[in-house]
């Protein structure tokens, strides 16, 4: 038999009456009105879209016939007491003509040329079958530069800033010097820094050969102990020989 028929049902079971659980209250940020005052003032009114609300033109102003033509310059009283052009020549008149001048332009133009400085020509070079010049004085292959009398000079103020930096290396080197007096500090000549530098290198080496010589498993704390103890030494020692190389110039505290 199909339920649905039934009076009897399963859904006849829930009250009628079923009310939905009450919403929590939604989240508020605490920041939320200082937000707006934020974006209230970065904005800006009528920035695009131009204003809110146009006035309304006054039924008064409203347009009148010609207002809009453009009013004429004041008229200029004309005098007629200014200075006219020459006349237009008549029909008549005729110009003059029959001027003949006795100079000779072909001997003239002649004797010109004969007594006249030859014009040198513009130098130029070659660089390709077709026949293409080019300017010479520009392109670089004229020696122009190593015939002047500076070149190969020093210029003088090169020479001045030198003896500046010469001059405050000394006064440098003296101040050190005495400061290293005042404190008692003795300088290793370049024998003795050789010296320390060797005996560091040769220490390494004793050092490292022993690294060498550990086992292959480090399976006990004594081993990891004693590897850890001779990395530091070999890193200790490379850091000594690294900043001796580097400088040559080494101070020591006198005891």
């Not at 904005?43 to 204003?51: F, H, L, N, R, S």
């Not at 530091?232 to 080494?250: A, G, R, T």
Request: hydrophobic letters at 30%; one cysteine or more.
């Amino acid at each position: 038999m199909d339920p649905s028929c039934t009076s009897e049902s399963i859904y006849n079971l829930i009250p009628s009456d079923l009310k939905e659980p009450p919403q929590p209250p939604r989240y508020t940020s605490v920041f939320r009105a200082s937000v707006k005052n934020d974006m209230k003032k970065s904005k800006t009114a009528m920035k695009t879209m131009g204003p809110a609300k146009v006035d309304v033109p006054s039924p008064k102003e409203f347009l009148k016939k010609h207002s809009k033509e453009k009013t004429l310059p004041p008229k200029k009283k004309f005098n007629r007491d200014t200075p006219k052009k020459p006349p237009v020549p008549l029909r008549t008149d005729h110009p003059v003509m029959g001027i003949q001048s006795g100079k000779n332009f072909i001997n003239t133009n002649a004797a010109d040329v004969i007594m006249g400085v030859a014009k040198k020509p513009k130098p130029v070079y070659v660089d390709k079958r077709t026949g293409d010049k080019h300017d010479l004085e520009t392109s670089g292959l004229l020696p122009k530069y190593i015939n002047k009398k500076d070149y190969g000079i020093t210029p003088e103020y090169i020479c001045k800033r030198n003896e500046d930096v010469k001059r405050a290396q000394e006064e440098y080197d003296n101040y050190i010097q005495e400061n290293l007096k005042k404190a008692a500090m003795k300088r290793l000549s370049d024998e003795e820094r050789e010296a320390v530098l060797q005996g560091l290198k040769k220490n390494w080496e004793e050092v490292h050969k022993e690294f060498q010589s550990l086992s292959v498993f480090i399976d006990s704390i004594p081993k990891k102990i004693r590897k850890q103890k001779l990395e530091e030494e070999m890193k200790q020692l490379e850091h000594d020989i690294s900043v001796i190389e580097k400088h040559k110039i080494i101070y020591i505290a006198n005891k």
